[in-house]
C-alpha cells in the first residue's frame, strides 16, 4: 500500500516522544523499487482548499490527485460527482481542525486517494468524501441522499457512528455491529471504514499513548481480521505495521534493524534468483513480469521468529505476472524443471481459492547455497484482487458490462465464494450477532469470532456446502445447518461412517447429521464443550439458561465463542472482564415513551431504574434514550436544543443497573464482593476491575436486579463488604 496519502508533518505512530518517527516502508534496493508519484503535501492542499470553490467547469486542485487515480483504474468514470462531493465536503467540514493541526478537509481527501488507488469505483469515492459530514456537520443525511442518490446515502449513513451520549458504554460495540449489518448488505461500507482507519492510524502520533494504545487494539482485533476477510491485502498490511509499531514498539524497532541492514548489503541473493527466473521463463517463451516483494515488517518479525537468523531471500518473495490462468502452471511447470523446487513449499489457491477471494499459486525454489526463495505466480487480474478484494470488485452490485475485463468480479467460486458481496462469514456473523444478549458480550464475541482466521468448507448429503471455522465439529454444523432445530441432532456421518457430534471436521469432509423425531429434544449440556463457532455456542447457552438444571451448575464459564480456557493474568494497564457465560441477560426496567412506534433504550452513562425520575430524547433510528433527570448528558441534550420525549416507567419492577465500588486492595476482595452481591440474589451480567491505583481499587459492575426496590439493600450489603468504602451509581462523562 502506497503511504502518499501520509502528511510528512504528523507524527508517525508508534513514534516515543522526542523521536523522529521511522517509515514503514520496508527497506529495498533502489534498483528493485518500483517507481512511486511525488508524495502528496496534505497540510498544503487543505490550506487551498479553505480558499474556496474551484470553478464550475473543472475538479479543484485539491482533489486533482484523486481523479488522477481514479482514472488510472476506470479511464471513462464521470468525475462530477466527485467535484460536488467536495463541494461540500469542503463547505460543510470549513474551520473545523484535526488535532494533528491540518483543516479536518485533508481527512477525508485522504481517505478518498487510498480509496481511489485500489480501484473503488466512483459511488465509493463520493461518499467517502462525505462519510464524516453526518457525524461532525450539520449535513444530513436527507440532504445527501437528495443530492447524490441513495446508494451514496446508504454508504454514509453506514460509517456514521452512534452518538456516545445516547449510548453510553455501548457507542463503539454498537456502532461496529451496525457497520457490519449495512456491510451484509453492501460491503463498500467496511471498505470506506478500513481506509479511515489506515489514515487516522497515519496520523495517530498525535494522540497520547493510552489512547494510541486502545484505538491500536480494536485495530488489531477487529478491523485487521476484517480486512483479511474481504481480502484488502493492501490496507491489512500496512494496519498491521502501523499496529505493530505502537503495541510492540521494542521489536518494531528490532526488526527495522534488520531490514536496514539487509538493504545495506553488497550482494542481493532474492534479486540474483529473480534474474534466473527471468532467464527460464525468457528460455520457454513465457511472457512475464517477475518482481521482489519486499516483505511488510509483521511478515519480517513472523519469518525471523519462525527459522531464526535471517538469510537474504528471506526478506521478500518473487511475484511472477503473466496474462491468462494456463500460464501460471506454464511458469510452475518451468520453475521446477529448471530450477530445485521446495515440495512442502507448494499450494495451488487458484484451483482452490481462498474464502476472501485470493487465487495465486505458491511454490518455492531454492540455489546452491541453500538459499530459499519464495515464488508467488499469479494472473495481473488476480494480483489486482489480491491487493484490493472486494474494492476490485468496483461496484459489485450493478450488472455486468459486455466490457468488463475478464474475470473481473464475475469469477464464480464454490460454497463460500458463491457470492463474494455476501460470503459466508459474514452472514454467520450477522446470523449469531442477532442472538447476542447486549453489547458486551456482541464485542467480545466478535473479537474471538474474527481471531479464528481459517475456514473450512464441509459437504452436506444433501450436496450443498457449509463454512466453518478451523477447529470446529459435528455441533457447529449442526447448528449452522438447522439453527436452533439443531438442539434435536442426536448423531452424525462423517465421510460415511458414525462419528460423535464432538468430531473435529477437516476441510472436504461430508456430514451427515442425524435428527431425532422428538421436537421436545433438548441439547446435551457437554455439546458447549465441543462447540466452536458463536452461533452454536449462544443457542445452546441460551437453552441451558431457560432450561438450568436442579441442582447442577451450569457447565458455561467459558467465554462466549471458545472452549475453556486457563484463566491468565491481567495485563497491566488492561481491565479484567467476567461475565458468567451461560447466564441470560434478562430485559432491562421497561419505559414507555410518549412517541408513537418508538423503541426505548435505557442511557449507558447514568442507567436509570425505578422509580428515578427519568426523561428522554429522540435519536438516530426511530430509538429514544431514557436518562435521570439530572444526567450531564441530558442537560448536554437540552442545552443543544433536542426536545425532550416524555417517558414514564412500565408494569415490570426487573431492572438493570452499574454500581461502582471504591475499595483499597486485598487478597480474596473480588470474591467477597462478588459474593455479597450473589447474596442479595443479584445476578452479574459483566464485571471489570481496573488496575490498582496507591492500593486503591475501582470495580464496575453492571447487574441484574429482580426488584428495583431492593436497590438500596444491595448498596448497603456491598459497602459492608470489609475494603469497600463507597459504593454510587456512576455518571459517565459525555463528550464535550
Known amino acids: 500500500m502506497s503511504a502518499e496519502a501520509t502528511n510528512p508533518a504528523t507524527?508517525?505512530?508508534?513514534?516515543?516522544?522526542?523521536?523522529?518517527?521511522?517509515?514503514?516502508?520496508?527497506?529495498?534496493?533502489?534498483?528493485?523499487?518500483?517507481?512511486?508519484?511525488?508524495?502528496?503535501?496534505?497540510?498544503?492542499?487543505?490550506?487551498?482548499?479553505?480558499?474556496?470553490?474551484?470553478?464550475?467547469?473543472?475538479?479543484?486542485?485539491?482533489?486533482?490527485?484523486?481523479?488522477?487515480?481514479?482514472?488510472?483504474?476506470?479511464?471513462?468514470?464521470?468525475?462530477?460527482?466527485?467535484?460536488?462531493?467536495?463541494?461540500?465536503?469542503?463547505?460543510?467540514?470549513?474551520?473545523?481542525?484535526?488535532?494533528?493541526?491540518?483543516?479536518?478537509?485533508?481527512?477525508?481527501?485522504?481517505?478518498?486517494?487510498?480509496?481511489?488507488?485500489?480501484?473503488?469505483?466512483?459511488?465509493?469515492?463520493?461518499?467517502?468524501?462525505?462519510?464524516?459530514?453526518?457525524?461532525?456537520?450539520?449535513?444530513?443525511?436527507?440532504?445527501?441522499?437528495?443530492?447524490?442518490?441513495?446508494?451514496?446515502?446508504?454508504?454514509?449513513?453506514?460509517?456514521?457512528?452512534?452518538?456516545?451520549?445516547?449510548?453510553?458504554?455501548?457507542?463503539?460495540?454498537?456502532?461496529?455491529?451496525?457497520?457490519?449489518?449495512?456491510?451484509?448488505?453492501?460491503?463498500?461500507?467496511?471498505?470506506?471504514?478500513?481506509?479511515d482507519r489506515l489514515h487516522n492510524m497515519r496520523t495517530l502520533g498525535v494522540m497520547r499513548p493510552e489512547k494510541q494504545a486502545r484505538i491500536a487494539k480494536v485495530t488489531r482485533d477487529v478491523l485487521i481480521p476484517l480486512a483479511e476477510r474481504l481480502g484488502v491485502q493492501a490496507l491489512k498490511t500496512e494496519l498491521e505495521d502501523l499496529v505493530f509499531a505502537i503495541l510492540h514498539p521494542e521489536e518494531y524497532e528490532h526488526t527495522r534493524g534488520l531490514i536496514s541492514e539487509n538493504a545495506n548489503r553488497d550482494d542481493d541473493p532474492l534479486a540474483e534468483i529473480a534474474e534466473e527466473v527471468r532467464a527460464v521463463l525468457r528460455d520457454a517463451g513465457i511472457q512475464a513480469e517477475v518482481l521482489i516483494r519486499p516483505r511488510h515488517f509483521v511478515s519480517v518479525h513472523r519469518v525471523s521468529r519462525k527459522r531464526g537468523p535471517m538469510r537474504g531471500a528471506d526478506f521478500g518473495r518473487l511475484l511472477v505476472l503473466v496474462n491468462e490462468d494456463a500460464d501460471c502452471y506454464g511458469v510452475l511447470g518451468e520453475l521446477h524443471t529448471c530450477l530445485t523446487p521446495v515440495v512442502s513449499e507448494f499450494k495451488d489457491f487458484i484451483a482452490v481459492p481462498k474464502f476472501n477471494l485470493y487465487q495465486s499459486l505458491h511454490t518455492a525454489v531454492t540455489r546452491g547455497d541453500g538459499q530459499v526463495a519464495e515464488v508467488l505466480i499469479r494472473t495481473h487480474q488476480m494480483h489486482k484482487v489480491a491487493e484490493a478484494g472486494v474494492i476490485a470488485l468496483g461496484n459489485p452490485y450493478a450488472p455486468p458490462s459486455e466490457d468488463q475485463p475478464d474475470g473481473a468480479g464475475e469469477r464464480s467460486f464454490d460454497g463460500e465464494r458463491a457470492d463474494p458481496t455476501r460470503p459466508g462469514w459474514l452472514s454467520r456473523l450477522l446470523d449469531w450477532q442477532q442472538g447476542a444478549p447486549d453489547p458486551d458480550t456482541f464485542w467480545s464475541t466478535l473479537r474471538e469470532d474474527l481471531a479464528q482466521d481459517r475456514e473450512i468448507t464441509v459437504f452436506r448429503a444433501d450436496g450443498g456446502s457449509l463454512g466453518l471455522p478451523e477447529g470446529a465439529s459435528c455441533v457447529d454444523a449442526a447448528y449452522a445447518q438447522y439453527g436452533e432445530d439443531a438442539h434435536a441432532c442426536i448423531g452424525a456421518r462423517v465421510n460415511g461412517r458414525l462419528a460423535t457430534l464432538s468430531t473435529v471436521l477437516r476441510d472436504g469432509d461430508t456430514v451427515q447429521l442425524l435428527m431425532g423425531q422428538d421436537p421436545a429434544s433438548e441439547p446435551s449440556r457437554e455439546w458447549l464443550e465441543h462447540a466452536h463457532t458463536p452461533a452454536a455456542r449462544i443457542a445452546i447457552q441460551r437453552w441451558m439458561a431457560t432450561h438450568p438444571a436442579p441442582g447442577h451448575e451450569e457447565p458455561a464459564k467459558a467465554s462466549a465463542t471458545g472452549p475453556r480456557q486457563p484463566a491468565a493474568p491481567a495485563r497491566p494497564a488492561e481491565t479484567q472482564s467476567a461475565r458468567p457465560a451461560g447466564t441470560q441477560a434478562a430485559r432491562p426496567a421497561s419505559a414507555v415513551a410518549d412517541l408513537p412506534g418508538a423503541s426505548v433504550r435505557m442511557a449507558g452513562c447514568c442507567t436509570p431504574v425505578p422509580p428515578d425520575e427519568v426523561t428522554g430524547f429522540a435519536v438516530r433510528g426511530g430509538v429514544v434514550t431514557v436518562h435521570r433527570v439530572e444526567c450531564a448528558g441530558a442537560a448536554r441534550m437540552k442545552s443543544a436544543g433536542r426536545p425532550e420525549v416524555g417517558v414514564r416507567w412500565g408494569d415490570t419492577t426487573e431492572c438493570r443497573v452499574t454500581l461502582l465500588a471504591e475499595s483499597f486492595g486485598r487478597p480474596h476482595l473480588l470474591a467477597d464482593l462478588t459474593e455479597a452481591i450473589a447474596a442479595e440474589g443479584v445476578a452479574i451480567v459483566s464485571a471489570t476491575v481496573e488496575p490498582p491505583s496507591q492500593q486503591r481499587v475501582r470495580h464496575t459492575y453492571t447487574l441484574q436486579l429482580p426488584d428495583a426496590a431492593h436497590l438500596s439493600a444491595l448498596m448497603r450489603a456491598m459497602r459492608n463488604v470489609p475494603g469497600v468504602y463507597d459504593v454510587s451509581r456512576p455518571q459517565h462523562p459525555t463528550p464535550q
Open 11 to 195: 507524527p508517525g505512530p508508534a513514534t516515543p516522544a522526542g523521536q523522529r518517527p521511522a517509515s514503514l516502508e520496508p527497506a529495498a534496493p533502489p534498483a528493485h523499487r518500483r517507481k512511486a508519484r511525488p508524495r502528496i503535501d496534505l497540510r498544503r492542499l487543505g490550506r487551498a482548499a479553505l480558499l474556496g470553490p474551484a470553478a464550475r467547469d473543472r475538479l479543484p486542485d485539491a482533489i486533482g490527485h484523486v481523479a488522477e487515480a481514479h482514472r488510472a483504474h476506470h479511464p471513462d468514470a464521470k468525475l462530477e460527482p466527485l467535484r460536488r462531493a467536495w463541494v461540500l465536503a469542503e463547505s460543510s467540514h470549513r474551520g473545523q481542525m484535526r488535532k494533528s493541526g491540518e483543516p479536518y478537509i485533508t481527512h477525508p481527501l485522504a481517505v478518498t486517494l487510498i480509496l481511489a488507488e485500489l480501484g473503488a469505483e466512483t459511488t465509493t469515492l463520493t461518499a467517502s468524501l462525505l462519510h464524516d459530514t453526518v457525524e461532525d456537520t450539520e449535513v444530513t443525511l436527507d440532504q445527501v441522499r437528495e443530492e447524490f442518490g441513495d446508494e451514496v446515502c446508504y454508504l454514509v449513513d453506514g460509517v456514521t457512528k452512534l452518538e456516545k451520549v445516547d449510548y453510553g458504554a455501548a457507542a463503539e460495540p454498537e456502532t461496529f455491529r451496525k457497520m457490519l449489518v449495512a456491510t451484509g448488505n453492501d460491503v463498500r461500507v467496511m471498505s470506506i471504514k478500513l481506509a
